[in-house]
């Protein structure tokens, strides 16, 4: 598990700042693109392209702030358009480190994604962002995610207001599984498989005491399990955001995870 910290940054809300006139062509711009989730496919700088984390993704609102998360960190910014353009200034982010492959791909994508106009080209589910020199973002829309049935792939662990990301092999053996007709959690812990009753109500999530296996594993996949663990037989709080889900315990235990696709 990566050890390095997070230390939270105050993501500024800011209002857009609307043209006067009638351009109704940024209208449609607008309406086509804003309010809806991105996910990030690809970053392209100089002619190299790298494809995204599951994590990276984009979300302009109506009221012209945009949000999301550059792959690593999350962020929000002020979004204006104007004749099938957008720009993204005034980016607050969080500092969270992370593996080097997200961190190369975040530095491409922050660096791309703000503080420059950038072409807006919508085709069916598809839009890409591209700037004055050519380079370019590929997204693509995405549904929400539903909290039962989904495969969701732990990312990220804290505790006392601090949180790291778990290596990306870690990433594949870490996850959840909520059965709303049995009302039970299954899943793996990096390690080992867990089943535990899970209560879903108001926002808090109940988990019992987890029946796990018994396997043994090298020392960073034992320490992700314990961490995870202490999630269970306890209440958390849950918030769902899309393709993200966090759980925090009472203590401050948390965990967060994207679905898979």
Same mark, same amino acid.
């Given at each position: 598990?990566?050890? +390095?910290?997070?230390?939270?940054?105050?993501?500024?809300?800011?209002?857009? #700042?609307?043209?006067c *006139?009638?351009?109704?062509?940024?209208?449609?711009?607008?309406s086509?693109?804003?309010g809806? &989730?991105?996910?990030v496919?690809?970053?392209?700088?100089? *002619?190299?392209?790298?494809?995204?984390?599951?994590?990276?993704?984009?979300? %302009?609102?109506?009221?012209?702030t945009? =949000?999301?998360?550059?792959?690593?960190? @999350?962020?929000?910014?002020?979004?204006?358009f104007?004749? &099938?353009? =957008? @720009?993204?200034? !005034?980016?607050? +982010?969080?500092?969270?480190?992370?593996?080097?492959?997200?961190?190369?791909?975040?530095?491409?994508?922050?660096?791309?994604?703000?503080?420059h106009?950038?072409? #807006?080209?919508?085709? /069916?589910d598809?839009?890409?962002?591209?700037t004055?020199?050519g380079?370019r %973002?590929?997204?693509?829309?995405?549904?929400?995610?539903?909290?039962y049935?989904?495969k969701?792939? %732990?990312?990220a662990? *804290?505790?006392?207001g601090t949180?790291?990301?778990?290596?990306?092999?870690? +990433?594949?053996?870490?996850?959840?599984t909520?059965?709303?007709?049995?009302?039970n #959690?299954?899943?793996?812990? *990096?390690? !080992?498989?867990?089943?535990?009753?899970?209560?879903?109500?108001d926002? &808090? %999530?109940?988990?019992?005491?987890?029946? $796990?296996?018994?396997?043994?594993?090298?020392?960073?996949?034992?320490h992700?399990?314990?961490?995870?663990?202490?999630?269970?037989? /306890?209440?958390?709080?849950y918030?769902l955001? &899309? +393709?993200?889900? $966090?759980?925090?315990?009472?203590?401050?235990?948390?965990?967060?995870a994207?679905?898979?696709?």
């Amino acid at each position: 598990m990566d050890k +390095q910290r997070l230390t939270l940054a105050v993501l500024t809300v800011l209002p857009l #700042v609307m043209a006067c *006139g009638s351009d109704t062509g940024s209208a449609s711009v607008t309406s086509e693109v804003s309010g809806v &989730h991105w996910k990030v496919d690809s970053v392209t700088v100089d *002619g190299t392209t790298r494809r995204a984390p599951a994590d990276a993704a984009l979300r %302009i609102r109506e009221d012209g702030t945009a =949000v999301g998360n550059y792959g690593c960190n @999350e962020f929000g910014a002020k979004a204006a358009f104007t004749d &099938h353009r =957008v @720009e993204l200034t !005034n980016a607050r +982010q969080t500092l969270m480190a992370c593996e080097p492959a997200r961190m190369a791909f975040e530095r491409n994508f922050a660096a791309t994604l703000t503080d420059h106009s950038l072409t #807006v080209e919508t085709k /069916g589910d598809g839009l890409t962002l591209t700037t004055h020199d050519g380079d370019r %973002i590929r997204l693509t829309k995405e549904k929400d995610a539903p909290l039962y049935g989904t495969k969701w792939t %732990i990312t990220a662990l *804290g505790a006392d207001g601090t949180a790291a990301s778990l290596p990306q092999k870690q +990433q594949t053996s870490t996850y959840l599984t909520f059965d709303k007709k049995s009302g039970n #959690v299954t899943g793996r812990l *990096g390690c !080992n498989h867990v089943n535990a009753k899970a209560t879903v109500r108001d926002g &808090h %999530i109940t988990l019992g005491a987890p029946s $796990t296996t018994r396997m043994m594993c090298d020392t960073s996949l034992m320490h992700t399990e314990r961490s995870l663990l202490r999630l269970f037989d /306890g209440t958390a709080t849950y918030r769902l955001d &899309h +393709q993200t889900l $966090t759980l925090t315990s009472a203590n401050g235990e948390s965990a967060k995870a994207v679905a898979e696709r």
